[in-house]
């Protein structure tokens, strides 16, 4: 069994951080360090994909799932438009490696990918 990731330990009460939303198999937080107006992780409550090239391959459901609840979240705390980011490998950012979505919402007109 591989070391419970920081993200397990929030879900288990370990680290503080509210979980703002719940699903049978999801849970969101908002990102200690923000780089938008609403920024929150998605994340699956079970670590065993380390990413979202795993996750897809793995749980296509689960995935679909996490999809969801960022949805949902968007329209709560913004006027329901996001980005979506996987970080996917540590050249590309990713720290963490427990899969996990960021959810970018809210004045992200200015500073948009592709020009
Ligand atoms: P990654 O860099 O793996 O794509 O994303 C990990 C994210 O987790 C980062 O944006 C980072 O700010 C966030 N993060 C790391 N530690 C904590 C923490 O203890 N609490 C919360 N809420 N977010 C965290």
Redesign the pocket.
């Known amino acids: 069994m591989s070391e419970p990731s920081?993200f397990t330990r929030?879900l288990q009460g370990e680290?503080p951080?509210e979980i703002i939303a719940e699903t049978e198999n999801a849970f969101a937080?908002?990102?200690?360090?923000p780089q938008a107006p609403v920024h929150l992780?998605v994340i699956p409550k079970s670590q065993d994909y380390r990413n979202v090239v795993e996750l897809a391959a793995g749980d296509p459901d689960l995935l679909s799932e996490l999809i969801g609840l960022a949805n949902t979240l968007a329209a709560e705390h913004a006027d329901g438009d996001f980005r979506l980011i996987f970080?996917t490998g540590p050249a590309a950012?990713?720290?963490?490696f427990h899969v996990?979505a960021?959810v970018l919402a809210g004045g992200l007109e200015e500073g948009r990918l592709g020009g």
């Open positions: 920081i929030i680290i951080s937080i908002r990102d200690i360090a992780l970080n950012g990713q720290t963490v996990h960021h």
